[in-house]
């Protein structure tokens, strides 16, 4: 049985940093691409970063670029979202998943495996 185990989240204020792990287990991902996406209360969960199968290429949201860096651990299947300059908007359940695929894409529906998510909240 796939599980994905994201850990890392919490409370931190504005300007801050906090890195969340997302552990798997049940099978090995490091020929799957990975992704974290995010939802905000009362908004529609969101893309954030993906990044491929060796982690030769990654890709973000533009709201995210520049301050989020991913990345990942194929010999501890371990993917990692380090965020720095958190701001409030970046409040959310922060999901990762894994996609049967070796490149990135941005849809939802391309992922196949979730985690149930961790809670960012940044304080102003």
């Known amino acids: 049985q796939v599980q994905l185990a994201e850990s890392g989240g919490g409370l931190v204020q504005a300007g801050g940093s906090l890195r969340l792990s997302c552990a798997a287990s049940?099978?090995?991902?490091?020929?799957?691409?990975m992704g974290w996406f995010r939802q905000a209360p009362g908004k529609e969960r969101e893309f954030v970063s993906g990044i491929n199968w060796s982690g030769s290429a990654t890709y973000y949201a533009d709201s995210v670029k520049g301050r989020f860096t991913i990345s990942r651990d194929n010999a501890k299947n371990t993917l990692y979202l380090q965020m720095n300059s958190l701001k409030p908007d970046d409040t959310a359940v922060y999901y990762c998943?894994?996609?049967?695929?070796?490149?990135?894409?941005?849809?939802?529906?391309?992922?196949?495996?979730w985690g149930q998510g961790t809670q960012v909240t940044v304080s102003s």
């Open positions: 049940g099978r090995t991902f490091s020929s799957s691409a």
């Open positions: 998943a894994v996609r049967m695929g070796l490149s990135i894409r941005s849809e939802e529906s391309s992922y196949d495996y």
